[in-house]
């Protein structure tokens, strides 16, 4: 049985008007049929969200992701029931907890023990469940010599960890999380994200609403993207995660296929690059490579004038502008030692090593003496991108996924019995 069935489900609101209960939402829909809106009313109407449908198995993670206004928190008020949806079914099979608030309901004059009694009976624990999840509770907010100390002398990282730790701690089917990450330190996050992913694996449902793209891509397994109250893309989280970043701006403007060309521009006296082309081994344009296959990248420029010892460089980045790796001719001593009137030059590598997401390809033509760049592209202009995939042939026995982190590095391993002196490597 589904955990959650979000099924054609719009919500509409009124600007200036005030949110309702469940209670009154019920009562205005009984007397609906015997009411008139006026114009004034609809013209002050709007719709949150628009025909929105997903589903949600146990032991999967959706992450919602959109610019502000896109309906997100929408999303999340319709399946805690804080309010009820205008057109379509919303069904939750369980109990949902939800870390949208972190630390709603602390006392500030009280313990952080008496907290956590307090904020653990808020959230639907009772006082058997809460003594015997104490411990465990404590350990992971790491407050315990202060445990007995009123949580108005707690700092913001100690309060917001306590919060988490017992809004984490409520037994229910679905968990609603709502930029609980925008908070806390780099090893707190960290934490967060395998304590969600530990929910998961407990056959959990998740929903995750965050700005935060890369803590989407360790959560959840699927993703929805929202524009305006509608869906723009949904599906697997890589994929929809770009699609978000290009509609944003955030993401560059591809050339069609693994190719891009660029404009003609008045004539200059520096080389400039033509067209840059991702190619597969057989020479064939590509946006799709499996880890560990070959790439090759293919620069064809222009000079009007003869240029002594030039260089070429190329690096490829993430979409959030983590560079991975630069090679350049001159770091190799392989380019070519002049160039002059039309040509290309190609950079291939035998064995990518990334792991599967997508990736940005930038590069350029410089001067091999200064490093002054004559021209580059995917800094100010078009650039490419490509996909890195699984594939059996060269991933064997597992599926390497973002988890495993960015490369694939080449290793190899020996074994054996007693002490483990060293050997070479066979």
Known sequence: MAAVRFENVSKRYTRGGNSRSIREALTASLARPFTRRSAEAASREFWALKDVSFRLEPKQALGIIGPNGAGKTTILKLLSRITTPTKGVVAVNGKVASLIELGAGFHPELTGRENIFLNGSILGLSRAEIRRKLDSIVEF?????????????????????????????????????DEVLAVGDIPFQRRCLQRLNQFREEGRAIVFVSHNLNAVRSVANQAIYLHGGEVRASGAVEPVVSRYIDDTGGGPR????????????????????LAVELLDDAGQETGVVPVGAPLRVRIHYETPVSVQRPSFGISIWTEEGIRIATVDTKFDASGPPAIAGTGWIECRFPSLPLLPRRYLVKGG???GETGWPYDRWGWDDAVLSFQIETSPQHTPYVVLTEEHGLVRLP?????????GASAAAP
């Open 141 to 177: 907010a790491g407050v315990g010599p202060f445990l007995d100390t009123p949580v108005k002398q707690f700092s913001s990282g100690m309060y917001v960890r306590l919060g988490f730790a017992v809004a984490t701690h409520v037994d229910a089917e679905v968990l609603l999380v």
């Open 365 to 367: 033509v410089y001067d």
């Open 411 to 419: 290793a190899s391993w020996n074994w054996g019995t007693g002490s």
């Open 254 to 273: 591809r050339g069609a296929g693994g190719t891009i060309r660029r404009p003609a521009v008045p004539a200059r006296s520096e080389p400039r690059v």
